[in-house]
């Protein structure tokens, strides 16, 4: 009887044992994927998770669920995931910088659990710029008139933002730092509010996201005094970057949403999911809708994204001591 080689019989050894390897190591997805977005339907973040979750499907070939968790800024539906989801891929968060790398420096008592320590980074959507917009009727053409204004008269003049302890709220906070002003806060509880009353007047200034003010800038609505961008915006060519202003070089803070995972997901799970995500940013139509909004469509690695959200956080943390930002 002739004997198979030793290679022969390494080669029939290993392929007894693929079965068994893959039984122990199914395919994902399995079912479908939940994508929690942490504020209600409509908003700006809801939109973008919803471009995302129905390119994502059709990829991974699974149904993404959209799932609406909102409140306490976020804390609840990010909570919700980062406490109770089990770490399997199949329940994801879109985490916007405010709940991720703000909420627990500002309001800890909201925050059981550590969003850095308790979520997997997965990708970067988008980035979007903030703009320092003003009432049409304030007296100031350009942020250098509104310092003049605000140095003459320390607290008179004011500024509205969507709450305490967001990306806007420290943007104007460290924009007040590096200009040595002081202007009082406003907070809301959203961004539409804002618009309506700082067209009617009822405040002077605000901090928002540009996708929600560049319609209004472009319509003469509102005077927009600069952007947080290290550059300026294709879409307001004509409204500076506070970078190239001076004492104010370097000068640079974008509002951002991304998608994090339950700690101890498999890696292999949070990488396919980050090519999936990084395949979806990239369709021309996905590009086109996000710019469309002035926002900055997203493309990094695990490892790249998980420093950037690091970054953030001792950046952010710096500021909320230095302003001494607490909830009320």
Avoid at 213 to 231: E, M, N, R, Y
Wanted: net charge positive; glycine share 8%; proline share 8%.
């Amino acid at each position: 009887m002739i004997q198979p080689s030793r290679t022969l019989q390494a080669l029939l050894a290993c392929a007894a044992l693929l079965p068994a390897a893959a039984l122990a190591q199914p395919a994902w997805p399995t079912k479908p994927v939940t994508l929690v977005v942490p504020f209600t339907a409509g908003g700006n973040v809801d939109v973008v998770a919803r471009m995302v979750a129905e390119k994502l499907g059709s990829r991974l070939g699974q149904t993404v669920v959209v799932d609406n968790v909102a409140g306490a800024g976020g804390a609840i539906g990010v909570g919700r995931v980062a406490q109770q989801a089990a770490p399997d891929g199949h329940t994801l968060v879109v985490g916007p910088d405010s709940p991720i790398v703000i909420g627990k420096l500002v309001n800890p008592g909201a925050f059981k659990f550590d969003p850095l320590k308790d979520l997997a980074p997965v990708a970067l959507l988008q980035t979007a710029p903030m703009v320092l917009v003003a009432r049409p009727n304030l007296p100031a053409q350009n942020y250098a008139d509104f310092v003049r204004l605000a140095k003459a008269e320390p607290g008179k003049f004011n500024y509205a933002t969507s709450g305490i302890g967001t990306v806007l709220q420290l943007a104007m906070e460290l924009l007040k730092q590096r200009s040595g002003i002081f202007v009082t806060h406003i907070p809301y509880r959203g961004g539409a509010q804002i618009t309506t009353d700082l067209m009617g007047g009822q405040v002077d200034t605000a901090m928002l996201v540009s996708t929600s003010v560049i319609p209004h800038v472009q319509s003469g609505k509102l005077k927009a005094l600069g952007v947080t961008d290290g550059k300026r915006l294709a879409s307001l060519p004509q409204v500076p970057a506070f970078a190239e202003m001076p004492g104010l070089k370097g000068f640079e803070m974008n509002s951002w949403i991304g998608i994090f995972a339950p700690a101890k997901t498999p890696p292999d799970v949070v990488q396919r999911l980050n090519q999936e995500l990084n395949a979806v940013l990239k369709m021309p139509d996905i590009q086109a809708k996000l710019r469309e909004q002035g926002a900055v469509p997203a493309s990094t690695t695990v490892q790249e994204f998980a420093r950037f959200v690091q970054t953030e956080y001792a950046r952010n943390a710096q500021i909320v001591r230095a302003a001494n930002i607490k909830a009320e």
